[in-house]
Each structure stands twice: as C-alpha cells, then as structure tokens.
C-alpha cells in the first residue's frame, strides 16, 4: 500500500484547510485510516480516525466539531476537512493506515495556523 497524501498549506485563524489521503490499492481493504499531528517540541498525536467499511470516525477531544472526516471511495481515499483553524492546529500533519497486521504512513504536510 502507498498513500498519497496532499493538502494542507497556511491560513489564518478561523480559516479553513483540507487534508487528502489516497491510497493506492483498494480502501475497502484498509481497516482504518488515522491522521496524527506532530506540534513542533510535542509529542505526535492521534487526531482523527475513519473505519472506510462502516464509515464510523473518531476524533480527538481537541477537534471535535471542527474536524471532519469525509471517505471518497471513488478516489480509494478519504478527506479530512479542517473548520474554524486555531493557531494551536499548527502541527505536520500525517496520514496512517492499517492494512491487516500492515501499518503505513503517508508522507507529512504541514498546516500553518497564523493568529
């Protein structure tokens, strides 16, 4: 599996941003697909989640209500929509998938928050 992950970019506070994680086999095949954050001197954390076969999601406490995340099928990949940006979303952003007892990371994109 390889992902394919785009988006991200710099915007102001309130603004917002969309993450894209595509991978390039079959996403029926994905157990779940996860995006991680990592601040800069802070430790990578698990922000959101997304289960393609039964569409359910998880989200951090930090971003609920403002992150969501969409699957596309159609592209075998999935979308994480970024509302109402804090500075604090400032963070390299990283997609993760698990394909049975397979872990992959797309590469990370940087979202920039400006005050």
């Known amino acids: 599996v390889q992902l394919q992950a785009s988006g991200g970019g710099s915007v102001q506070s309130g603004g917002s941003l969309r993450l894209s994680c595509a991978v390039s086999g079959d996403i029926w095949s994905i157990n779940f697909m996860k995006w991680y954050r990592q601040a800069p001197g802070k430790q990578r954390e698990l922000v959101a989640g997304?289960?393609?076969?039964?569409?359910?999601?998880y989200y951090a406490d930090s971003v609920e209500g403002r992150f969501t995340v969409v699957g596309d099928v159609g592209k075998n990949a999935a979308h994480l929509q970024m509302n109402s940006l804090k500075p604090e979303d400032t963070a390299v952003y990283y997609c993760n998938v698990r394909q049975g007892q397979a872990v992959y990371w797309g590469q990370g994109t940087l979202v920039t928050v400006s005050s």
């Open positions: 997304f289960i393609p076969a039964g569409g359910m999601t």
